[in-house]
């Protein structure tokens, strides 16, 4: 029923940008409060933007503030997230998810490796 599908994740250099999309169905996606989270290895998952159903507030963590652009397209069911100068510990498998958290909307997320 509901499905989270992130994508356009990948290898870029330090420094470098990647811009990744978060294709939402099933749920009333516009009423939500959407986050991206990302999760390295061994490490806990961490949230690091989120947006408010209106597109109106923004809220980043420290680690990504200034560098990171979260948005999205209510009319497409999206969510964006821009990573510009992206460091190598930014490596992370990245996920959207609602707020409230739904623990059953997780999808695969999408693998961004930022190395030399």
């Known amino acids: 029923q509901v499905q989270l599908v992130e994508s356009g994740g990948g290898l870029v250099q330090p420094g470098g940008s990647l811009r990744l999309s978060c294709a939402a169905s099933g749920f009333s996606f516009r009423i939500y409060f959407m986050r991206w989270y990302r999760q390295a290895p061994g490490k806990e998952r961490e949230p690091v933007a989120g947006i408010s159903g209106s597109g109106s507030m923004t809220t980043y963590a420290d680690s990504v503030k200034g560098r990171f652009t979260i948005s999205r397209d209510n009319a497409k069911n999206m969510v964006y997230l821009q990573m510009n100068s992206l460091k190598p510990e930014d490596t992370a498998n990245y996920y959207c998810?609602?707020?409230?958290?739904?623990?059953?909307?997780w999808g695969q997320g999408t693998q961004v490796t930022v190395s030399s």
């Open positions: 998810n609602t707020v409230p958290l739904h623990d059953d909307y």
